[in-house]
T-cell receptor, first 115, second 114 residues
Framework: GAVVSQHPSRVICKSGTSVKIECRSLDFQATTMFWYRQFPKQSLMLMATSNEGSKATYEQGVEKDKFLINHASLTLSTLTVTSAHPEDSSFYIC???????????FGPGTRLLVL | AQSVTQLDSQVPVFEEAPVELRCNYSSSVSVYLFWYVQYPNQGLQLLLKYTSAATLVKGINGFEAEFKKSETSFHLTKPSAHMSDAAEYFCAVRTGGGADGLTFGKGTHLIIQP
């Protein structure tokens, strides 16, 4: 199956700093990438959808100025958590899809801990 | 709006016993349905998907699921559980034709007892 990577796998930062998470599709061109957030022992919640070369579409309740998403190429999307606070600590997972294919391929996730 | 309900937060089964993880969905339009598995501290791996072809879908690791429109269900089954099946399982739905992300259920933790 298709491979999606995320970097870093784990990050610890101080409150008030910004953190960038990368999501790459390694062996296919991802026309659409998705960012999810997962709290401990809970399900994944969709944060935003991004299409290459256009602005991301955010889900209701997700602050677009806090969670900056850039999908500059067909193989790379980045999520930047700006001015991170402890409540932003979570597991962030990206997924990628080619064209209108139904299947999303998920990255391994990035665990963010804000102190 | 679409939603997914996984009725059981955890399901314990004995090794080699059959497994059934329940999933019900609600949607006013046609749907694509998915089952994903998540091992601790890892991302999600696709087990199988329903895309309006055959209603009985076979996936990896011996799992299968049957789409029942009249019951709005897509339960995941396996005839014989292995210790390596212990994980979190998520059912997800996506409506057809759009570019939307997936809506996930809350997950079911499958516990394998020796």
């Amino acid at each position: 199956g298709a491979v999606v990577s995320q970097h870093p796998s784990r990050v610890i930062c101080k409150s008030g700093t910004s953190v960038k998470i990368e999501c790459r599709s390694l062996d296919f061109q991802a026309t659409t990438m998705f960012w999810y957030r997962q709290f401990p022992k809970q399900s994944l919640m969709l944060m935003a959808t991004s299409n290459e070369g256009s602005k991301a579409t955010y889900e209701q309740g997700v602050e677009k100025d806090k969670f900056l998403i850039n999908h500059a190429s067909l193989t790379l999307s980045t999520l930047t958590v700006t001015s991170a606070h402890p409540e932003d600590s979570s597991f962030y997972i990206c997924s990628a899809r080619f064209g209108q294919e139904e299947t999303q391929y998920f990255g391994p996730g990035t665990r963010l801990l804000v102190l | 709006a679409q939603s997914v309900t996984q009725l059981d937060s955890q399901v314990p089964v004995f090794e080699e016993a059959p497994v059934e993880l329940r999933c019900n969905y609600s949607s006013s339009v046609s749907v694509y349905l998915f089952w994903y598995v998540q091992y601790p501290n890892q991302g999600l791996q696709l087990l199988l998907k329903y895309t309006s072809a055959a209603t009985l879908v076979k996936g990896i690791n011996g799992f299968e699921a049957e789409f029942k429109k009249s019951e709005t269900s897509f339960h995941l089954t396996k005839p014989s559980a292995h210790m390596s099946d212990a994980a979190e399982y998520f059912c997800a739905v996506r409506t057809g034709g759009g570019a939307d992300g997936l809506t996930f259920g809350k997950g079911t933790h499958l516990i394998i007892q020796p």
